[in-house]
């Protein structure tokens, strides 16, 4: 294994982290944005609210696009585990 093909494979982790991890964070965000916006406008002081509405998103987010980001992850997985031959090479 050269150099090129290590920071292939790197790249491909990251490229993979980046695609399961990126929705999950963004709804986060824009959950807790509009949440905040939301209890500011309304003078409403609890915490417990933008706790709910997040795990709410989130828990959407996962139920929709939860088998998308597995096939990915297992996709990912297969690749590396086949490749510990020529890497080990």
């Known amino acids: 294994m050269n150099g090129d093909q ?5 790249l491909e ?5 980046l695609w399961v991890s990126g929705p999950i964070l963004a709804v986060a965000l824009i959950a807790g944005l509009l ?6 406008v309304l003078q409403i002081n ?13 828990v959407g987010v996962l ?14 997985t297969r690749g590396s585990l086949q490749a510990i031959e020529h890497v080990v090479r």
């Open 13 to 17: 982790a990251l490229r993979v982290t």
């Open 46 to 58: 609890e915490a417990s609210v933008s706790f709910v509405v997040k795990l709410a998103a989130l």
């Open 35 to 40: 949440v905040g916006v939301a209890q500011t």
């Open 6 to 10: 290590a920071l292939a494979m790197v």
């Open 63 to 76: 139920v929709v696009l939860g088998p998308m980001l597995a096939s990915k992850v297992v996709d990912y």
